[in-house]
């Protein structure tokens, strides 16, 4: 079983997913960015995890993306921390095989331009008394595929986004994992 994670910055949650399987052999990962020089990579080369990164170009005009894909025997792919929109041809060979992690409680704070600290930002504004993650798969669409799984924290009249992104990013790290397990576990 082969996962394929799509990550563009720090992958503090793809570094957790591969820490959950370490010692599950059975579970292959490769990491994949749209940004060469983002510590995802150093941190996925350490793990001894192949990498691979690829231009706007690869990804919406070619099947370069694909093609790597296809080559790594990829069953499962997760986004955890990449930004852009999943053409219409990966989600077609991948049909409900694409999961997407957001860190707020989808379908508020969502859509184009809606990611990290751009969301804790808009929900500190907008005085809300809860945020969360969502997981959901991916459709072509941003952030609109079912959801498969939410958690829910407080935000109080002291948070600000780092403060709001620490409580979110320690969701994620507890439920992601978890979550991918059970959905790769159930083929
Ligand atoms: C995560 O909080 C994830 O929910 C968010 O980017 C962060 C990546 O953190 N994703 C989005 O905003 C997608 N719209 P990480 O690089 O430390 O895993």
Known sequence: MKIAIFASGNG????KIIEHFKDKSQYQFVVL???KDVPVLEKAQKLKIETYTFGRKDFYETENVLDFLKEQKTDFVV???FL???PE???KLYPNKIINLHPALLPKYGGKG???SRVHEAVIEAKEQES???IHYVNEKYDDGQVIFQAKCKVTQEDTP?????KIHQLEHLYLPEIVEKLVKNW
Not at 12 to 15: E, F, G, K, Q, R
Not at 162 to 166: C, K, N, P
């Open 162 to 166: 780092e403060s709001l992104a620490q």
């Open 84 to 86: 852009w929109l999943i």
């Open 79 to 81: 986004l955890a921390g």
């Open 12 to 15: 503090s949650n793809a570094v």
């Open 132 to 134: 969360g993650i969502t």
């Open 114 to 116: 809606m990611f990290g």
């Open 33 to 35: 960015s749209n940004k």
């Open 89 to 91: 041809n990966l989600i």
